[in-house]
């Protein structure tokens, strides 16, 4: 009932940037925080950044310095500034959401299908 779908991936030279984008659909009352995970080849998937609905935010020590996260929450999308891209940035990254669908406390935790960034010559 609720979806994520991101986009902005593709391919980029190391020292490039990219901005990813996810935006959100379906029965929303209220989404909570928003984050951006990665998962690279044969490793585990980690956090990357999260920001609450009042907008505060967290970074990964791997990326701290380099990226930026933001959200729109007329659009209900969330976004993820990546400057000065490294090769060990490869990854597909995901899209997280805690949702509520309605007014009760309910909270859905909601996953995007990923969108892989790549970082080569």
């Known amino acids: 009932q609720v979806q994520l779908v991101e986009s902005g991936g593709g391919l980029v030279q190391p020292g490039g940037s990219l901005r990813l984008s996810c935006a959100a659909s379906?029965?929303?009352?209220?989404?909570?925080?928003m984050a951006w995970y990665r998962q690279a080849p044969g490793k585990e998937r980690e956090l990357v950044a999260s920001i609450t609905d009042g907008v505060s935010t967290n970074v990964g020590d791997s990326v701290k310095g380099r990226i930026t996260i933001s959200r729109d929450n007329t659009k209900n999308a969330v976004y993820l500034q990546m400057n000065s891209l490294k090769p060990e940035d490869t990854a597909v990254y995901y899209c997280?959401?805690?949702?509520?669908?309605?007014?009760?406390?309910?909270?859905?935790?909601?996953w995007g299908r990923g969108t892989l960034v790549t970082v080569s010559e």
């Open positions: 379906g029965r929303i009352f209220r989404i909570n925080t």
């Open positions: 997280n959401a805690a949702v509520r669908p309605t007014i009760s406390l309910t909270v859905l935790d909601v």
